[in-house]
């Protein structure tokens, strides 16, 4: 996924920070601050850069300030159930990012939930993970397994 800046207010040129380039919380720090204040980049991704829950902490707070982003690209990067309910619950103060790719990360039932619900409360974000079937279906079933109307081998 190609970095976009628009260099005009009607053409855009890819720029591209490559899997690995960020290599510390500081760097994730500076593109948090540095989103916070976006008026040009409208795609990032920062796929395979190992920022973990602590680096999407950061970019989940400066996407509640940022009104540009439209696609951010997390895939594989160590971000689990926390990092995913905090970018989660930014997207609900977020109306303009559409697309955002959390595929490939250990993000678990509760951040799956998370996702879930922020999927149910906005409608202007697409979201793509991977989240194990089995999760999905014990997340779906599992209250009504514990109120006794269905009955499964999930427990």
Do not use: F
């Not at 960020?22 to 540095?34: E, W």
């Not at 989940?60 to 009104?67: F, G, K, M, T």
């Not at 951040?111 to 194990?132: E, F, M, V, Y």
């Amino acid at each position: 996924m190609p970095l976009l800046v628009r260099d005009s207010p009607h053409r855009l040129q890819p720029a591209v920070i490559p899997c690995h380039r960020v290599r510390s919380q500081y760097g994730v720090h500076l593109i948090s601050q540095s989103l916070k204040h976006n008026t040009t980049l409208i795609e990032l991704s920062l796929a395979g850069n190992s920022i973990g829950d602590k680096g999407a902490n950061l970019l989940a707070a400066s996407l509640q300030e940022n009104n540009t982003l439209e696609i951010l690209n997390l895939e594989s990067n160590g971000i689990g159930c926390e990092g995913t309910k905090s970018i989660v619950d930014a997207l609900l103060h977020n109306t303009v990012l559409r697309c955002l790719a959390l595929s490939e990360n250990p993000i678990g039932a509760d951040g799956a939930k998370a996702i879930l619900r922020c999927l149910r409360d906005t409608s202007s974000c697409t979201i793509c993970c991977t989240i194990p079937s089995v999760t999905i279906v014990s997340i779906i079933l599992k209250p009504h397994i514990k109120s006794g109307k269905i009955r499964a081998i999930l427990e």
